[in-house]
């Protein structure tokens, strides 16, 4: 193999190596957020009756609550990073899917997070996020991924 070919081939080798890697932390993100959506799905009842027992909020059709993955959007976005108990009436709660949390450094120095109640799971631009109005966040939950 002459000179020429073997830089070629060590070139595409770097490059296919270097997309492997990263690859790879893709599809490790990819099964932290689906792991996450996972267990709100599988264990949000539960995770909600421990809240409510945490703060002795018992469901009424005015103040009504339940588990959503938190996903994040912007700086350091990690995806499905946790989850959120949301509080409202049970109507508007039961459109809540998730909790958007976009993010912005503020003066360079400070980093600002909000906490939205969306309709919708899609996060991918934090101008479009359908908020569900009269929800809030009552509570947050972390999860060790």
Same mark, same amino acid.
Do not use: C, M, W
């Given at each position: 193999m002459d000179r020429k070919n073997l830089v070629r081939t060590a070139l595409v080798g770097t490059i296919l190596f270097v997309t492997g890697v #990263? %690859?790879? /932390?893709? $599809?490790?993100?990819?099964?932290? $957020?689906? %792991?996450?959506? #996972? *267990?709100?799905?599988?264990? /949000? /009842?539960? $995770?909600?009756?421990?809240?409510n027992k945490?703060? %002795?909020? &018992?469901?009424?059709?005015?103040?009504?609550?339940? *588990?959503?993955?938190i996903l994040t959007v912007g700086l350091r976005s990690r995806g499905a990073i946790g989850a959120a108990q949301v509080m409202g009436s049970k109507a508007n709660v039961?459109? *809540? +899917?998730?909790? #958007?949390?976009?993010? $912005?450094?503020?003066? /360079? &120095? *400070?980093?600002? +997070?909000?906490?939205?109640?969306i309709s919708t799971t899609d996060v991918t631009d934090a101008k479009k996020l359908k908020v569900v109005d009269g929800v809030g966040v009552s509570g947050i939950v972390d999860l060790k991924v």
């Open positions: #990263a %690859g790879a /932390g893709q $599809i490790k993100q990819a099964i932290k $957020i689906i %792991g996450v959506a #996972a *267990v709100v799905d599988r264990f /949000g /009842g539960d $995770i909600n009756k421990e809240l945490l703060t %002795g909020h &018992e469901d009424t059709s005015k103040s009504y609550t339940k *588990v959503v993955p039961e459109k *809540v +899917r998730a909790v #958007a949390s976009p993010e $912005i450094e503020f003066l /360079g &120095e *400070v980093h600002i +997070r909000a906490l939205i109640p």
